[in-house]
C-alpha cells in the first residue's frame, strides 16, 4: 500500500490541502470527495488512493469549503456556485503541482465538480468516473439527502453516524468503518468555518445544481457513471440520466450497495475505475 501524503498548497487567493500518493507525473488521478458534513478527501478516499498509489499519481484534495482547505470568509451561495469555485481552483491547483491532464473520479457532489471541470477545460480532461453523482434535473429530495443539508439542525455525533450510515445499504461489517469516519469528521463538524460553508452551499434561496442537456451532451470524454442500485441519498435515476445523455458514458450498477460505493464495494469499484483506465469501457 503507498503511503499518503498531506500538504498544504497555497494559490493566489486560496489555500488547499492536497492528499497524494504515487509518484509525481503530468497525468493525476483527481479524486473529488462528496458533501457530508466533515467531509475530506481521506475520509471518502483513503483506502483508494493507497491502493492504486502503487501504480498511479493519485491526487485527493480537500475541496474548498471542507476539511482543512480554505473556508471563504465570504463564501458563494448554493451549490452551484460553489462547485465552479471549486472548480476553477482545482485547475489552479494542478497548475501549480505541475500536472498537465487528469483521470477524474468524483463521488456524489464531485461527480458534479468534475462535469464543472470538463466543461471549462474539455481538452484536459481524459476519462471521468462519476460515483453516485448528482446533476440530473427534477430529481426529488431523498430523506437521506435532506437530512445531510440539513445536519446542523442538530449537529451530534449520533446525528452524523445515523446520516453514514444511511450512506451504506447493507451496516454488516462496515459497523467500524462508520465509527472512525464519525470521530474523524466530529472535529471538523464542529469548526465555525466549516458550518460556514455548509449553511452557505445548501443556502435553501439557491437555484438547483443541475446540468442542461446541451452542456451533457457537448462532453466528448469517455465516461463511467457508478451508482449503487440502493442509494438511498441520490436516487440511482440521476447517473441513469447522465449516461444516456452524455455522448460516450457508460453506466454501470451495482446491486446491494448504497452512496458509498467505493467503501461499501470496494474492489469492484477499484476494477470498473482501472478498466476505464485501460481503455476496456
Known amino acids: ?8 498548497v497555497a494559490l493566489d487567493d ?11 507525473s503530468p497525468t493525476a488521478l483527481l479524486f473529488l470527495h462528496g458533501s457530508g458534513p466533515g467531509a475530506t478527501g481521506t475520509s471518502n478516499w483513503k483506502a483508494v488512493i ?16 471542507f476539511g482543512d482547505s480554505e473556508h471563504p470568509e465570504n463564501p458563494p451561495s448554493g451549490m452551484k456556485a460553489f462547485n465552479l469555485l471549486q472548480a476553477d481552483t482545482l ?30 477545460q474539455p481538452e484536459r480532461v481524459e476519462t471521468m468516473l462519476l460515483m453516485g453523482s448528482g446533476g440530473a434535473p427534477d430529481l426529488p429530495i431523498t430523506p437521506g439527502l435532506q437530512h445531510l443539508r440539513t445536519f446542523y439542525a442538530d449537529p451530534t455525533p449520533e446525528s452524523l453516524r445515523a446520516l453514514l450510515e444511511s450512506f451504506v445499504h447493507d451496516m454488516g461489517t462496515l459497523t467500524g468503518v462508520v465509527d472512525r469516519v464519525v470521530a474523524e469528521r466530529m472535529p471538523y463538524v464542529e469548526r465555525a468555518d466549516v458550518k460556514r460553508s455548509h449553511a452557505a452551499m445548501f443556502d435553501p434561496k439557491a437555484g438547483p445544481p443541475a446540468f442542461t ?10 465516461t463511467l457513471c457508478v451508482h449503487g442500485r440502493d442509494d438511498i441519498i441520490v436516487p440511482v435515476e440521476s447517473s441513469t ?12 450498477i451495482i446491486p446491494k450497495c448504497g452512496h458509498w460505493t467505493q467503501i461499501e464495494a470496494h474492489d469492484t469499484f477499484v476494477f470498473l475505475l482501472e478498466s476505464l483506465l485501460a481503455g476496456r469501457l
Open 50 to 65: 493507497e491502493e492504486l498509489g502503487e501504480r498511479y499519481y493519485c491526487l485527493a484534495p480537500d475541496m474548498i469549503g
Open 14 to 24: 486560496v489555500t488547499y490541502r492536497v492528499h497524494a500518493t504515487g509518484e509525481s
Open 213 to 222: 442537456d446541451e452542456e451533457l451532451t457537448s462532453l466528448p470524454h469517455r
Open 91 to 120: 485547475w489552479q491547483l494542478l497548475d501549480t503541482l505541475g500536472v498537465d491532464r487528469v483521470h477524474l473520479v468524483g463521488n456524489s457532489m464531485g461527480g458534479m465538480i468534475s462535469i464543472r471541470m470538463a466543461l471549462s
Open 1 to 8: 500500500m503507498a503511503t499518503v501524503q498531506s500538504s498544504d
Open 241 to 252: 440520466y447522465l449516461a444516456r445523455t452524455m455522448p460516450n458514458a457508460t453506466l454501470h
